[in-house]
């Protein structure tokens, strides 16, 4: 059974941070590329962040650039988001992705940043 479990979201206020964990099962997680995604209220799903399978080059949102940073540990099959100087607009549902032929989502993690 395919699994893929985001915790580390929450409240914090403008310029804080936040470091989002996704914890994958049930496929071969280090031949996978992971994203991480987020969604807005009213707002399309847009990719934050993408890691190929053996990490390396890593692509972001023009929005989160220099502030956010992708890391994956294929030995615990888990990717993390850690993101700092957090805006309000960064308000969001964040999800993990992971990708490789198939494609699987994790349930979303809330981050919202509000003083």
């Known amino acids: 059974q395919v699994q893929l479990v985001e915790s580390g979201g929450g409240l914090v206020q403008p310029g804080g941070s936040l470091r989002l964990s996704c914890v994958a099962s049930?496929?071969?997680?280090?031949?996978?590329?992971m994203s991480w995604y987020r969604q807005a209220p009213g707002k399309e799903r847009e990719l934050v962040a993408r890691?190929?399978?053996?990490?390396?080059?890593?692509n972001y949102a023009d929005s989160v650039k220099g502030r956010f940073t992708i890391s994956r540990d294929n030995a615990k099959n888990t990717v993390y988001l850690q993101m700092n100087s957090l805006k309000p607009e960064d308000t969001a549902v964040y999800y993990c992705?992971?990708?490789?032929?198939?494609?699987?989502w994790g349930q979303g993690t809330q981050v919202t940043v509000s003083s």
């Open positions: 992705n992971a990708r490789w032929g198939a494609t699987y």
């Open positions: 890691i190929p399978s053996a990490g390396g080059s890593t």
């Open positions: 049930g496929f071969t997680f280090s031949t996978y590329a």
